[in-house]
């Protein structure tokens, strides 16, 4: 799950992560009262989307005073907001951030995230602050230092005063960002996060560092246990039809392509997506309707595919081990049926009862198109969705 900006600060500033003094607000004329209650003088208004590179997109205004904060809120608000992380069809903008403003003299990185091959989190700095983290990587690499946290020792002194060195911080800021970084580790253990990131971290010019932007995402598998964060997701930040299959806990993303995919189980689902494209297709979603689906959630399944408008046919790919062949057979007719689906329907399932599943099939009347193998079967959708 992922917050804005001005959520995540209010999270890192309990656990004494020093960020700006600010105000999130709805309309131009908040935007205007809230520039006067920070002071009057020079604010930054900032577009709350999830999503970064909003500045580039011109989601963010540095501003001289109340009335041009108001004008900027007033440009700001309802746009539909273009970045490299929204897609071509940007992401309508509800409310702005009007922060105060800083002198800074210089902008750092600092990250956390699990890092999976080291089953640790990792602690992230790097220099180049305000840049996105990614081209960092890709062309100066030797600029990211890293430091992996036991998860039961925690967070050590030596490994804080290394990164700081690192970064190039000396004198009070030492200890500044030691204090800093082990505020980031409490926070992220406390929300069961999955990515901390503070891009830029800054250094003013009287020596303070603070968190001038952040982004946090959580561990849906663990918001059972953080009833407070769950009320901080922003449905309208979210895709439609991603949000209606969470009704259904069904784990479902969607993309850009024309070939609709139901599969069962997730490392199965990543490879049916990537034989679609070795096909010569694109799929249209990830949809894993998981290891014990019924007939009831394989309909709510369809619906969802059936809801995106780009989809020009639908690869069913099945190993029914929870699943049996005959449910998955009994939920696509029952769906079918009732959806009247367009759409040609070509059908993989190997394991139990798939020969009376694949019966069930036959005898529906309905024109489905059957597949021994995942090749044959992706061969045959693309060939269909053209």
Same mark, same amino acid.
């Given at each position: 799950?992922?917050?804005?900006?001005?959520?995540?600060?209010?999270?890192?500033?309990?656990?004494?992560?020093?960020?700006?003094?600010?105000?999130?607000?709805?309309?131009? /004329?908040?935007?205007?009262?809230?520039? =006067?209650?920070? &002071? #009057? %003088? @020079?604010? $930054? !208004? +900032? /577009?709350?989307?999830?999503?970064?590179? =909003?500045?580039? &997109? #011109? %989601? @963010?205004? $540095? !501003? +001289?005073?109340?009335?041009?904060?108001?004008?900027?809120?007033?440009?700001?608000?309802?746009?539909?907001?273009?970045?490299?992380?929204?897609?071509?069809?940007?992401?309508?903008?509800?409310?702005?951030?009007?922060?105060?403003?800083?002198?800074?003299?210089?902008?750092?990185?600092?990250?956390?995230?699990?890092?999976?091959?080291?089953?640790?989190?990792?602690?992230?700095?790097?220099?180049?602050?305000?840049?996105?983290?990614?081209?960092?990587?890709?062309?100066?690499?030797?600029?990211?230092?890293?430091?992996?946290?036991?998860?039961?020792?925690?967070?050590?002194?030596?490994?804080?005063?290394?990164?700081?060195?690192?970064?190039?911080?000396?004198?009070?800021?030492?200890?500044?960002?030691?204090?800093?970084?082990?505020?980031?580790?409490?926070?992220?253990?406390?929300?069961?996060?999955?990515?901390?990131?503070?891009?830029?971290?800054?250094?003013?010019?009287?020596?303070?560092?603070?968190?001038?932007?952040?982004?946090?995402?959580?561990?849906?598998?663990?918001?059972?246990?953080?009833?407070?964060?769950?009320?901080?997701?922003?449905?309208?930040?979210?895709?439609?039809?991603?949000?209606?299959?969470?009704?259904?806990?069904?784990?479902?993303?969607?993309?850009?392509?024309?070939?609709?995919?139901?599969?069962?189980?997730?490392?199965?689902?990543?490879?049916?997506?990537?034989?679609?494209?070795?096909?010569?297709?694109?799929?249209?979603?990830?949809?894993?309707?998981?290891?014990?689906?019924?007939?009831?959630?394989?309909?709510?399944?369809?619906?969802?595919?059936?809801?995106?408008?780009?989809?020009?046919?639908?690869?069913?790919?099945?190993?029914?081990?929870?699943?049996?062949?005959?449910?998955?057979?009994?939920?696509?007719?029952?769906?079918?049926?009732?959806?009247?689906?367009?759409?040609?329907?070509?059908?993989?399932?190997?394991?139990?009862?798939?020969?009376?599943?694949?019966?069930?099939?036959?005898?529906?009347?309905?024109?489905?198109?059957?597949?021994?193998?995942?090749?044959?079967?992706?061969?045959?959708?693309?060939?269909?969705?053209?």
């Amino acid at each position: 799950m992922k917050i804005h900006e001005y959520q995540a600060k209010a999270i890192l500033a309990r656990h004494g992560v020093p960020v700006p003094q600010g105000e999130v607000v709805l309309s131009s /004329a908040e935007a205007r009262e809230a520039a =006067r209650r920070l &002071g #009057g %003088g @020079v604010v $930054v !208004v +900032k /577009a709350q989307i999830h999503a970064g590179g =909003r500045g580039k &997109g #011109g %989601g @963010v205004k $540095v !501003v +001289k005073n109340g009335d041009e904060a108001e004008a900027a809120a007033k440009f700001i608000i309802g746009m539909q907001l273009v970045t490299h992380q929204t897609g071509p069809a940007g992401q309508k903008v509800q409310r702005v951030l009007v922060e105060q403003g800083l002198n800074i003299q210089r902008e750092l990185y600092l990250g956390m995230v699990i890092d999976r091959s080291s089953e640790r989190p990792v602690i992230m700095a790097s220099s180049e602050g305000g840049v996105e983290i990614e081209k960092v990587a890709h062309e100066t690499p030797e600029k990211i230092f890293k430091e992996f946290i036991h998860p039961t020792a925690g967070l050590s002194p030596f490994q804080t005063r290394k990164l700081a060195f690192a970064l190039g911080l000396e004198g009070n800021a030492i200890a500044q960002a030691a204090k800093l970084m082990n505020a980031l580790w409490d926070a992220f253990r406390a929300t069961d996060a999955s990515l901390i990131e503070i891009n830029p971290l800054i250094v003013t010019e009287d020596g303070q560092l603070l968190a001038l932007d952040a982004k946090m995402t959580f561990d849906d598998s663990a918001l059972y246990r953080h009833p407070d964060l769950k009320e901080f997701r922003d449905l309208a930040e979210e895709d439609p039809l991603e949000v209606e299959a969470s009704k259904y806990s069904l784990n479902y993303i969607k993309l850009d392509g024309t070939i609709g995919c139901m599969v069962n189980g997730a490392g199965l689902a990543m490879a049916t997506m990537d034989i679609i494209k070795l096909s010569g297709g694109e799929p249209a979603n990830f949809l894993d309707v998981g290891g014990g689906a019924t007939a009831e959630q394989i309909r709510n399944a369809f619906k969802i595919l059936m809801s995106d408008h780009n989809v020009k046919a639908v690869f069913i790919n099945i190993f029914g081990g929870i699943l049996r062949c005959d449910v998955l057979a009994e939920g696509v007719i029952a769906a079918v049926k009732e959806l009247g689906v367009p759409v040609p329907i070509v059908i993989r399932m190997e394991g139990t009862n798939v020969e009376q599943g694949k019966a069930m099939l036959r005898e529906s009347g309905l024109n489905f198109t059957t597949a021994d193998t995942m090749g044959d079967g992706a061969d045959r959708v693309v060939a269909l969705a053209r």
